[in-house]
């Protein structure tokens, strides 16, 4: 009986890593074959600043220290632009990070 819940562990676990797998393929798959320009678009100072820094390598509490920012505003902001589509967002392990959907 314990080699199967085992078992079952694993194949959760395996599932879940292959779901964040498939996941982070689409997004990149998506960053491949539809690169927008952001020219023209109506943004912010901070909503340019962001775009820039989101390269799957910040956290927003991260770019919330580094530019000396509430991390409350940097995630208004960020929600701002997810709902613009211009970012996504990744969950790797505990943190989330972002990256940009267009250039």
Do not use: C, W
Not at 5 to 34: A, G, W
Not at 42 to 57: C, S, V
Not at 73 to 78: E, I
Request: proline content about 1%; charged content about 30%.
């Amino acid at each position: 009986m314990t080699d199967r819940k085992s078992l079952n562990s694993f194949e959760r676990l395996m599932r879940d890593k292959l779901d964040q797998f498939i996941e982070r393929l689409s997004i990149l798959v998506e960053l491949l074959t539809h690169p927008l320009n952001i020219e023209g678009l109506r943004l912010g100072r901070l909503e340019r600043i962001l775009l820039e820094l989101y390269n799957l390598k910040h956290t927003a509490n991260g770019i919330a220290k580094k530019l000396g920012k509430t991390s409350s505003h940097v995630h208004k902001t960020l929600s701002g632009l997810h709902d613009k589509n211009l970012i996504k967002s990744l969950k790797i392990g505990d943190k989330t990070y972002y990256i940009r959907t267009r250039r």
